[in-house]
């Protein structure tokens, strides 16, 4: 009987996570129609390319020696398979295929790599990009991931987890990492030509697809359900399955607060209702609550997420200031939120400590902001970052992928 109900929960168990890493990696569509909204049309087909060659080189390098150097006590997934009887999930009897937990957190890495792609749109070499990505996905995130999720010790001097450090679902590891490389990569590349004008101050560059951009919203927001219940690890048991039902609730309700408190503001500081800030309001909710949505009640989810909506929509307007130029405010929705999302999980998760969340958050930012900029300085220096001015007003669409995302408008 007890061999029964094991296997019945292994099944159940591993069937749900493959399902919720199936979620999250429709994330990718997410990214990719939100990014193809918010840059110019001219430049639509490169940033589609981008990511998808992303996903499939996150994957592959995942698989060769990322997951090994994140989880070295499993194995290299490449070489000798993902195999077993299971491993344990969040509680017996809830366990998982271990080739499936490979699969979940395949799929966070892709999504790291995802913020990068839009931050340095319109201005930057597709091998370049990719050739960051490379090392991104094989190296930089699967070390944070280890000292992180994977427990290890950073550089034999302190373990964060017994410094208080906690992180649900990867506010800090998966958001704030993938933001950090990032501006490591937008401050050595500049911003895009016309963006600021000649004393300084930033002008809009609308995007050439709304809709798209919307579209991309949805999907992300759908996404994330398998990204932050995906983290629970398990749902056999009457405990997980509530515990899922509460981080799925949780999860909506801090999207829903971000994009009504962002849409709010920006009617208060613009006069108008900001489709673009109420777009990335959503997502900074989704954001801010990834750290810790399991604990909350969903008024202080809400809140959380109304947090974010607010944050996000300062943050866009102060780098614009600083002449950040990030074009589909990546930087601002995973990095600054996600800051805020490790800080908030204190307020509801007695076994975090303040403390323990920034020494967590500094250590993620310094590692990947360092190796990222050291990795894009040396990829500047052999091939260069940026395309050619001619090539930048043309759009990198013709130069980098030889067609154009709209021929019949151009032609």
């Known amino acids: 009987m007890e061999n029964t109900i094991f296997e019945h929960g292994y099944a159940i168990d591993t069937f749900y996570f493959l399902v919720c890493g199936a ?25 589609l390319t981008k990511n998808v060659a992303l996903y499939a080189i996150s994957c592959t390098m995942f698989m060769l020696c990322g997951y090994s150097i994140m989880y070295p006590d499993l194995g290299n997934a490449f070489l ?70 994977g427990g290890g010790s950073v550089f034999g001097l ?66 994330w359900f398998g990204f932050n219940g995906g983290s629970v690890l398990a749902t056999s048991s009457v405990e997980n399955a509530n515990a899922v039902a509460v981080v799925f609730m949780n999860t909506n309700a801090a999207a829903a607060g971000g994009l009504i408190a962002a849409l709010l503001l920006a009617r208060a500081l613009f006069g108008k209702a900001d489709l673009t800030m109420a777009l990335n309001g959503a997502l900074a909710g ?30 866009i307007i102060t780098l614009d200031k600083l002449k950040i130029d990030d074009p589909v405010g990546a930087i601002s929705v995973h990095g600054v939120v996600g800051l805020l999302g490790l800080l908030l999980v204190p307020l509801t998760n007695d076994a975090s400590s303040f403390s323990g969340q920034l020494i967590g958050a500094a250590t993620i930012f310094i590692w990947v902001f360092v190796t990222s900029g050291i990795t894009w300085y040396v990829l500047k220096l052999i091939i260069g970052l940026r395309v050619s001015p001619e090539e930048e007003f043309e759009g990198v669409d013709m130069s980098e992928c030889g067609l154009e995302a709209y021929p019949e408008f151009t032609n």
């Open 158 to 223: 302190y373990t964060l987890g017994d410094l208080g450090w906690s992180d649900f679902a990867g506010s800090g590891i998966v958001h704030m990492a993938g933001a950090a490389a990032a501006l490591s990569g937008v401050l050595l590349l500049g911003a895009r030509t016309g963006k600021y004008t000649a004393d300084g101050k930033p002008k809009a560059i609308p995007g050439a697809n709304l809709p798209l951009a919307t579209l991309g919203t949805f999907i992300l927001w759908m996404g």
């Open 286 to 315: 989704l954001v801010a609550i990834t750290a810790e949505p399991s604990t909350p009640t969903p008024a202080l989810a809400t809140l959380f997420g109304a947090a974010g909506g607010v944050l996000v929509v300062f943050s």
């Open 23 to 47: 979620l999250v990696m429709w994330m990718a569509a997410g990214f990719a129609m939100l990014e193809a909204g918010l840059v110019r049309s001219k430049n639509t087909t490169e940033i």
């Open 80 to 149: 000798s398979g993902i195999t077993g009887d299971g491993v344990a999930g969040a509680e017996e009897p809830a366990t998982y295929a271990p080739s499936a937990d490979f699969f979940f957190q395949v799929v966070f890495v892709a999504t790291a790599m995802s913020i990068v792609s839009g931050a340095v749109a319109e201005r930057m070499k597709l091998w370049a990009f990719l050739a960051f990505a490379l090392v991104m996905t094989s190296v930089i995130y699967p070390m944070e991931g280890h000292w992180t999720w």
